[in-house]
């Protein structure tokens, strides 16, 4: 149990310690750039990863380290390719991977010097260089790094909206930043729940892509994700507000594709009988019924009315059943057969993340849902205190599980944030 809660001072102090502590400063001959990564943990994730990358922007101009941020920043397009592709791990000066069968998330021709993964992460980095140009008011590196961000999501349009709807595919777990999410068991192995079978098929989809060179034609596995294709309506929305601020004639374009992805996922993803968002697979939209906090994430969508959010907060989020747990959000509802909150190799199967407090708090917070906002807060606020940075904790008894020094617990400084004028997702 929580003896006493850190206060906002102490936690600034941890988490400003944490993460100058994971930071990671070299010279990529290569690449001719003198990187500034922070690793989420250097024993267990010791590379840059993308999101990650954007979620220590949020983190950092919070603590008024901006500056730190767009250095970090610029090193996550530093690799990007002529065509806009930004992979969701970069290997600056390590290029063996942390387990052996991450091999098969980059193309095999790249391996043998620095280099980033096939894979997409969810598009949160409009969003993060807004936070940094809003803290800086530096428009040089807003004017050096939107064009970038613009180019890797016209990429993200061009190549991974498989329907016409707007809506991104993704072609494993590993893409969605949500590992082992457990909605997408049954496009493997009929749903079967964190089992060998699972883990062989999950990774020979991964082997199958590596053979075939990340040739698109030929996946298998086609999933449209909510949380993926949520930020990616909201990053969107931020481009159009960048391109504005500079004077760039495609602010309509990217404002016009926001909507676009914005009312798919209204028609595609939502279910009124079900009052959740699914994800659902490309192609027939069929939805994969499983209750994750990713049902959550489209109340930060402008047409998401606060009708709808209501129905969605009382059906689930207050459901002692699912998701009122003693230390909310579960990654997965509490009466789901995949559900285990204990630490496991299959993530995001039960453990509360602060990644989903985070995001869902303020998409609560900015909706005029305070009181269920408060709740995600006083959680990651109290397991912080509890169990110190950890990659997930527990959400019955609070105990911390997986990576240790783990920055994405230091999300929580952004919540604690009094400047409620500040950008958020």
């Known amino acids: 149990m929580v003896d006493s809660l850190l206060s906002k001072d102490e936690i600034h102090k941890k988490v400003r310690a944490l993460l100058k502590a994971n930071t ?9 750039h003198e990187y500034w990564t922070i690793h989420p943990s250097p024993g267990t994730y010791p590379f840059q990863y993308f999101w990650d990358s954007c979620l220590h922007a949020f983190i950092l101009t919070s603590l008024g380290e901006a500056d730190l941020a767009a250095r970090n920043f610029r090193s996550l397009y530093a690799m990007q390719q002529e065509d806009g592709f930004v992979g969701h791990m970069l290997y600056w000066n390590r290029l063996i991977p942390g387990v ?15 280099h980033m993964t096939a894979f997409i992460q969810p598009p949160l980095s409009a969003q993060a260089l807004h936070r940094i140009w809003y803290h800086t008011k530096d428009d040089d590196f807003l004017k050096e790094m939107l064009p970038k961000v613009k180019k890797h999501f016209d990429w993200l349009a061009a190549n991974r909206d498989f329907d016409g709807d707007g809506l991104l595919t993704i072609f494993n777990m590993f893409e969605s930043g949500i590992d082992w999410k457990p909605s997408q068991d049954e496009l493997y192995c009929d749903k079967t729940r964190a089992a060998d079978e699972l883990y062989s098929k999950v990774i020979g989809n991964d082997f199958n892509n590596f053979i075939n060179d990340y040739d698109y034609s030929k996946t298998k596995v086609r999933i449209k994700e909510v949380a993926v294709n949520t930020i990616y309506a909201r990053n969107l929305e931020t481009l159009a507000e960048l391109c504005k601020q500079i004077g760039d004639n495609e602010a309509e374009k990217y404002d016009k594709l926001a909507k ?18 699914w994800d659902v697979t490309t192609g027939d939209n069929r939805p994969l019924k499983t209750l994750t906090p990713t049902i959550f994430f489209p109340i930060s969508l402008p047409n998401t009315t606060h009708e709808q959010a209501q129905k969605i907060l009382d059906r689930h989020f207050h459901n002692k059943d699912e998701f009122a747990t003693e230390f909310p959000l579960p990654s997965v509802a509490a009466n789901d057969p995949s559900y285990d909150p204990n630490a496991s190799k299959f993530l995001w199967r039960g ?5 989903y407090n985070w995001y869902i708090y303020q998409a609560l917070f900015y909706h005029d849902f305070k009181e269920e906002a408060e709740t995600l807060r006083n959680s990651i606020h109290k397991l912080m205190s509890q169990s110190g940075f950890r990659e997930y904790y527990n959400p019955s008894t609070g105990e911390g599980g997986g990576a240790e020094h783990f920055t994405w617990s230091g999300l929580i400084v952004d919540m604690l944030d009094d400047n409620k004028s500040t950008p958020h997702v």
């Not at 091999?103 to 010097?113: G, K, T």
């Not at 676009?260 to 968002?277: L, N, R």
Request: proline share 4%; net charge negative; aromatic share 20%.
């Open 24 to 32: 990671n400063h070299g010279y990529c001959e290569y690449f001719q």
């Open 100 to 114: 052996w069968t991450d091999s098969f998330q980059a193309r095999f021709a790249d391996q043998n010097r620095p």
């Open 351 to 355: 453990p509360t993340w602060a990644l």
């Open 260 to 277: 676009k992805v914005a009312a798919s996922i209204q028609k595609v993803m939502y279910s009124e009988q079900d009052a959740a968002f």
